[in-house]
C-alpha cells in the first residue's frame, strides 16, 4: 500500500497539492474576511431592532443527548492493512462519530480507539452492487465487466459499505438481515447528522463561512446547492480544494496505474485518500489561522458598529434603492417568464413527500404513547410508566424506530427540475426535511413529558385514573405539534424554493450587471465600506424580487387539506403561557423519581473518559426473534476469544444456582457429560484454582490444611498452593435397575473407565485450567482401597445414594444447579453441599461420605491425592 502511494506521489506532486491547496484557501479567506464583518453587522443591527419567527407551541430541549450514546455492538470490519476482516467493537457517541475498539473491554476501560469515522460527506450502501456503480465512475474509461466481484470479497451476505468521494472507504458486515437493517439505520442516522451543516448559534462565523463559501464558488461559475456542503468548516473547504484538484490527479495518475481492473481501483482509491488527508491537514491549520485574525479585529468592528449604527443602515438604504432600480425591472421579467410557471409543480414536488414523513411522525409517537397507556391499564403502575417513559423519551433519536418516517421524504423527486434549476441531487432537502422531522418528534415527546410529570407530581392515582391523564397530555401535545408541525414545513418551502431559484435567477443576471455594480461601491462611505458590500446587496434585492411570489404560492398551497397546513391568519399566541415555564426545568429523570433509581438503564454504557457515569444507550441491543444468540452475533465478543458473560448473565447464573434442584429419579444412566468451557466468572475462579479429591487415608500421608488453603508437596519436591477442597465420588440411583450390578462388574467398570469425575477433570485439563496431578504406586493403592469400600456400600445398603460435598472456606454451601449432572462435581462453579441439613451459618466437618453411616472423619485420617494429569504444571 505504501510502496503505490509513494510511487505515484512523490515529492514533486505533494508540493504542487500543497501549493494548490495554498492558493484556494488564501483566495477563500480574502472573501471570508469580507463576509465576516457584513456577519457581524448583521448580528447587532438583529439584537438592536429584534424580530424573529414566531413563538412555538412545543418545548424545545437544549441538549436532548446528554449522558447518552447512540448505539454500540460489534461488526465485522475489512482492514486494509492485512487484507482480513476482524470483529471490532463499534460504539456511536451523542457527537455521532463511530469508533470501534478492538474489543468491548477496550472501551469500557477508556483506552484508544482504533479508528473513528466522521460521516461528513459519506454515503451508507447495503449491497455491492450499489457500491460497484459507485466505484466504476472513479477511474475515467476503466469500468469492470458485468458480474465481476470487487476487490473486497464480503465475509458474508450483509455487507455495509461507508462509500466517500475522496476519504477512505470503510467495509463492514453482519451475519443476519435484522442486524444489516439495524446498523443501516444507525449508520444512515451518522451520515445524516453530520450533514446537517454548520451550527446555527454562531451567529458570526457561520453566517460568514456559508456566503464566502458561496460566492467563492459563484466566482467559479458554480451556482446551485452543493452536495459536500457537509461537514466541519475544514472539511468543508479540503472538499471545495479535492473538486477541482481530485479530476486533475486523476486524469495524470489513472493512466499510469497498472494491473486488473480491480486492482487498479484500489491503488486510486488509496491515493485519493492519501491526497484527502494532506488537504484536510492544511485547511485545518489555514482556517483556524483565519479565524483567530478574524475574531482579533472583532471588538473594534463591534465598537464601529455600535457607534455608527444608524448611520450605516442609512447608507446601506440609499445603495439598496439604487441598485433596486437598476436590476428589478430584469429581474421581474425573468421571474415571470422562466421561474413562475415551474413554481406549483416545484412546490408540489416537495410537499408531498414531507408532509406525509411529517404525519408519520405523528403516527408513531401517538401509536407510542397508545402503548403506554395499554401498560398502564393492564396494571402496571407507575414503576411500569416509569419504565416506558426511559425508552420514549429518546424516542426521537431512535434511528430504527424513526426509519419509517425518514422513508417517506426519501421519496422526494426533483426529476426534470434538477437540470433547469442547476439542483445536483434533492438529498440537501431530503436530509434537511428529517433532521427537523426529528426535532420535531424531539420537541412534542419533551413537551408530553414535563405536562405527564407535572399532572403525576404529588398524586396517587389508579389504573383507570393515570392511562386518562396520559390521554388528556396526549391530546394537548398533538394539537401543539400539528401546529407547531404546519409552521417548521411552511418555513422548510419557502427556504427550499429560495434555494433552488435563487441560485438559478443570479446565473442568469450576473452576467448582465457585473460591469455596472463596481460604479455603486463609490456611493458607500469609506468607513462603512467594509459592512456594506455591493454583492451582497445585489442578491437581496434579486431575493426580494422573488420572495412575494414564493409567500404567495405557500399560503395558496396551505388551502389545501391534503397538506395539512394551517392557514396563515390562524396565530396560536399565549395558548398555554405556563407551559414554557417548564420548559425551564431540568429533564424529568424517570428511573429516579418514580422506580427508586436503583435500577441500571437497559443498554447504559460507559462513555469514553466518563468512568464514574454509566451513558444510557439509545438503541437497544440487537436480539434475534425465535432464535438463540448467534456465536458471533454484533453484541458478542471478537470471534477466537473466550466468552465472558456481562453483569446480566453473572446475576441469571446466580439466581439460578439459587434455585432448588428437584429430585428426579431417573429409570436410565445419563451418559458422561463432556466439559464445557467455561460460562461465568465464578467458573472461570474455579477452575482457576487447584482441584484435589479426598479419600480417606493413613496417618503418615496427612496434609495439613488451615483455614481451607495451604501447601502441599507434590513427588518432584516443589510446593504447590491449595485453596479449594473437593470431595468428588459417584451417585447411586435406589429406582434404577441398571446400577444394581454386582460388586465385581462396578469393580470392573472402574479400573478400565475410570470415574466419570476423572473424565471431565481430564477435560478441564485439556482446556488449560489448572490441577495438580500425581502419580505413582501409593496413589492405586488409595484408589484400590476406595474401590472396595464402594463395594460395601453397595452390598449392605442396596444402592443407597451417596452424595456429593463441597468445602470452600471463602464461600458459603450453595444448593445445586437444576441442570447439575449426577456424574460427578458441576461445571457451574457452584458446589452441593453434602447435607440438607446442614447449618449454613456454621462451620461444617467433613464427612465420611465413604462409609455406611455419617460418622466425623479424624483429620489424621485424611489425605490428599493429586490426580494424574498434565505433565507441564510439574515442569513449572
Known amino acids: 500500500m505504501g510502496d503505490v502511494i509513494s510511487t505515484h506521489l512523490d515529492e514533486g506532486k505533494r508540493e504542487m497539492i500543497t501549493a494548490r491547496t495554498r492558493q484556494l484557501t488564501g483566495e477563500f479567506g480574502h472573501v471570508y474576511e469580507q463576509q465576516y464583518a457584513v456577519a457581524l453587522f448583521n448580528s447587532v443591527r438583529f439584537k438592536i431592532e429584534g424580530g424573529g419567527e414566531p413563538q412555538s407551541q412545543l418545548l424545545h430541549r437544549k441538549n436532548p443527548l446528554e449522558d447518552h450514546s447512540i448505539f454500540s455492538g460489534g461488526l465485522f470490519q475489512y482492514l486494509e492493512e492485512n487484507k482480513r476482516w476482524r470483529n471490532r467493537f463499534v460504539f456511536v457517541a451523542d457527537t455521532y462519530n463511530i469508533s470501534f475498539y478492538e474489543n ?84 444512515q442516522d451518522c451520515v445524516r447528522h453530520s450533514n446537517n451543516g454548520l451550527s446555527e448559534e454562531c451567529r458570526v462565523q457561520t453566517p460568514a463561512f456559508t456566503d464566502a463559501m458561496r ?118 421579467q425573468l421571474l415571470r417568464v422562466s421561474v413562475q410557471p415551474f413554481l406549483s409543480s416545484i412546490l408540489e414536488a416537495l410537499m408531498e413527500p414531507t408532509s406525509r414523513g411529517f404525519s408519520e411522525v405523528r ?102 385514573d393515570l392511562c386518562k391523564t396520559i390521554h388528556c397530555c396526549q391530546d394537548r401535545v398533538l394539537k401543539k405539534y400539528d401546529y407547531d408541525s404546519s409552521t417548521v414545513r411552511k418555513k422548510f418551502f419557502r427556504e427550499a424554493l429560495l434555494q433552488i431559484i435563487i441560485p438559478y435567477m443570479l446565473k442568469q443576471l450576473s452576467p448582465s450587471f457585473h460591469l455596472d455594480l463596481p460604479r455603486f461601491q463609490e456611493l458607500i462611505f469609506e468607513d462603512f465600506s467594509q459592512f456594506i458590500l455591493v454583492e451582497n446587496v445585489f442578491e437581496e434585492v434579486v431575493l426580494q424580487s422573488v420572495t412575494k411570489d414564493i409567500m404567495m404560492a405557500v399560503k395558496e398551497a396551505a388551502v389545501h387539506k391534503k397538506h395539512n397546513l394551517y392557514r396563515d391568519s390562524m396565530i396560536l399566541t399565549n395558548s398555554d403561557p405556563n407551559l414554557h415555564l417548564l420548559g425551564e426545568n431540568p429533564s424529568v429523570d424517570w428511573a429516579t423519581q418514580f422506580r427508586g433509581g436503583n435500577e441500571e438503564p437497559e443498554g447504559a454504557l460507559g462513555g ?44 441469571e447464573v446466580e439466581v439460578k444456582a439459587q434455585e432448588p434442584k428437584e429430585q428426579e429419579t431417573p429409570t436410565e444412566p445419563h451418559p458422561p457429560k463432556e466439559p464445557d468451557s467455561p460460562d461465568s466468572v465464578q467458573e472461570i475462579c474455579y477452575h482457576s484454582k487447584p482441584v484435589v479429591e479426598m479419600v480417606s487415608a493413613s496417618e503418615e500421608d496427612l496434609a495439613v490444611l488451615t483455614n481451607g488453603t495451604g501447601t502441599l508437596t507434590l513427588e518432584d519436591g516443589k510446593e504447590e498452593e491449595v485453596t479449594l477442597i473437593t470431595t468428588v465420588v459417584e451417585e447411586t440411583h435406589r429406582k434404577s435397575p441398571q446400577w444394581m450390578r454386582a460388586p465385581q462388574e462396578v469393580n470392573k467398570q472402574l479400573v478400565e473407565t475410570g470415574s466419570p469425575d476423572q473424565e471431565a477433570e481430564g477435560g478441564l485439563q485439556e482446556k488449560g485450567e ?15 482401597n476406595a474401590i472396595q469400600e464402594i463395594e460395601i456400600a453397595v452390598q449392605e445398603e442396596d444402592g443407597e445414594r451417596i452424595t456429593e460435598c463441597a ?21 457451574s462453579g457452584f458446589q452441593p453441599p453434602t447435607n440438607e441439613a446442614l447449618n449454613e451459618g456454621k462451620a461444617q466437618p467433613i464427612m465420611d461420605a465413604l462409609k455406611t453411616e455419617d460418622t466425623v472423619v479424624d483429620p489424621g485420617e485424611v489425605v490428599v491425592v493429586l490426580e494424574p494429569g498434565d505433565t507441564a504444571l510439574h515442569n513449572e
Request: aromatic share 6%.
Open 363 to 464: 403516527d408513531v409517537f401517538f401509536r407510542e404513547l397508545v402503548e403506554v397507556s395499554k401498560n398502564t391499564l393492564n396494571g402496571g403502575g407507575k414503576d411500569k410508566l416509569a419504565e416506558h417513559m426511559e425508552k420514549i423519551s429518546m424516542l426521537a433519536f431512535h434511528p430504527v424506530k424513526m426509519q419509517s418516517c425518514y422513508e417517506k421524504v426519501e421519496q422526494l423527486n426533483l426529476e426534470g427540475l434538477q437540470q433547469r434549476f442547476d439542483v445536483s441531487s434533492p438529498s440537501v432537502f431530503i436530509q434537511r426535511a428529517q433532521i427537523l422531522m426529528r426535532e420535531q418528534m424531539d420537541n412534542a415527546v419533551y413537551t408530553f413529558e414535563h405536562l405527564l410529570h407535572q399532572s403525576l407530581e404529588g398524586k396517587v392515582q389508579g389504573g383507570e
Open 608 to 651: 469514553g473518559g466518563q468512568s464514574s457515569r454509566r451513558r444510557r444507550q439509545v438503541v437497544s441491543m440487537i436480539q434475534l426473534d425465535e432464535m438463540g444468540p448467534l456465536p458471533y452475533e454484533s453484541c458478542l465478543e471478537v470471534p477466537g476469544v473466550d466468552f465472558i458473560p456481562e453483569e446480566g448473565e453473572i446475576e
Open 770 to 784: 489448572a490441577a495438580i496431578e500425581g502419580k505413582g504406586e501409593e496413589d492405586e493403592a488409595a484408589i484400590k
Open 807 to 827: 468445602v470452600d472456606s471463602d464461600a458459603e454451601l450453595a444448593p445445586p444447579l437444576a441442570d447439575s449432572s449426577p456424574w460427578g462435581h458441576d461445571d
Open 104 to 187: 468491548k473491554v477496550a472501551h469500557e476501560r477508556s483506552l484508544r480507539p482504533k479508528g473513528t469515522i466522521n460521516c461528513a460527506g459519506y454515503k451508507a450502501l447495503t449491497s455491492m452492487e450499489e457500491y460497484l456503480e459507485l466505484i466504476n465512475t472513479s477511474l475515467p474509461g476503466i469500468k469492470a465487466k458485468v458480474g465481476s466481484g470487487p476487490f473486497v470479497k464480503c465475509a458474508t451476505q450483509f455487507p455495509l459499505i461507508l462509500w466517500h468521494p475522496y476519504a477512505r472507504h470503510h467495509y463492514f458486515c453482519v451475519l443476519t438481515e435484522k442486524e444489516q437493517k439495524k446498523w443501516h439505520a444507525v449508520l
Open 215 to 332: 460566492l467563492h464558488r459563484q466566482a467559479q461559475g458554480h451556482y446551485g446547492t452543493w452536495d459536500m456542503m457537509c461537514g466541519g468548516p475544514p472539511q468543508i473547504l479540503a472538499n471545495l480544494v479535492m473538486e477541482t484538484l481530485h479530476p486533475e490527479l486523476r486524469n495524470l495518475i489513472g493512466p499510469r496505474l497498472k494491473g486488473k481492473i480491480q486492482q487498479r481501483q484500489r491503488n486510486w482509491m488509496l491515493i485519493s485518500e492519501a491526497v484527502y488527508k494532506q488537504v484536510l491537514s492544511q485547511t485545518q491549520a489555514q482556517y483556524e489561522a483565519l479565524v483567530q485574525a478574524c475574531e482579533v479585529q472583532t471588538s473594534r468592528l463591534d465598537a464601529v458598529l455600535r457607534t455608527d449604527m444608524d448611520q450605516i443602515i442609512t447608507s446601506k438604504e440609499h445603495v439598496s434603492g439604487k441598485i433596486r432600480a437598476l436590476v428589478l425591472p430584469r429581474a421581474e
